[in-house]
């Protein structure tokens, strides 16, 4: 079984502060874990993923992401964040490896505040 | 062109009548999946193809039923909608070895 819990439904950032976003996951095999972004009215984009090896991943728009197993954690960090930030972020996992049966978080709504 | 096209993108419709949603996707992929997107509940997977003959029911399948008419084409049916179904409905494509890719949904309203 999987599954992905992410801490704070919604988060609140002045433009230029970091941005963290908190995920959980629980997984009985070592998990593929991924963070996807939602736009309104569009549909999920993948921000970054990660597989195997490195446990510091990079995606799009400057986002990046660290797994620690230890943690059973993969949370989503931006440095300094942007108006253009302000979307929902879905932390998601497959548990078996690989891209399908993906579990989604519920969601966590990210607003910037100028 | 979008890879990922869902159709309509928007429905109102009523209690009892027969829906279908369809997804069309130029990108190839063997891989097919319809979720639906509930405020706070995030996306929750209804059915799942991995290829033309390959069907699979996913965690809320209760009330529909797909059709996977070719590789590019996987549309979902409710055969009498009901309220509770008023969702935000997304298909996704995947190959082996790719993340999955999303359409930009249908908003679908049952009064």
């Known amino acids: 079984a999987q599954s992905v819990t992410q801490l704070g439904s919604h988060v609140s950032v002045s433009e230029g502060a970091l941005v963290l976003l908190r995920c959980n996951y629980s997984?009985?095999?070592?998990?593929?874990l991924f963070w996807y972004v939602q736009y309104p009215n569009q549909g999920l984009q993948l921000l970054l993923k990660y597989t195997t090896g490195a446990t510091l991943v990079k995606g799009i728009n400057g986002f990046e992401a660290e797994f620690k197993k230890s943690e059973t954690s993969f949370h989503l960090t931006k440095p300094s964040a942007h108006m253009s930030d302000a979307a929902e972020y879905f932390c998601a996992v497959n548990g078996a490896g690989g891209y399908q049966k993906v579990t989604f978080g519920t969601g966590t709504k990210l607003q910037v505040i100028p | 062109d979008a890879d990922v096209t869902q159709t309509p993108r928007n429905r109102i419709t009523k209690t009892g009548k027969r829906i279908m949603l369809e997804c069309s996707q130029t990108k190839g992929h063997d891989r097919m999946y319809w979720y639906r997107q509930d405020p706070g509940l995030g996306l929750r997977l209804i059915y799942y193809s991995f290829d033309v003959k390959d069907i699979n029911k996913g965690e809320i399948s209760d009330g529909y039923s797909v059709s996977r008419q070719a590789q590019a084409k996987f549309s979902l049916s409710l055969e009498s909608a009901i309220p509770n179904q008023t969702a935000l409905y997304f298909c996704?494509?995947?190959?082996?070895?790719?993340?999955?890719?999303f359409g930009d949904g249908t908003r679908l309203s049952i009064l």
């Open positions: 997984s009985s095999v070592p998990p593929y």
């Open positions: 996704a494509t995947s190959s082996g070895g790719q993340p999955q890719h």
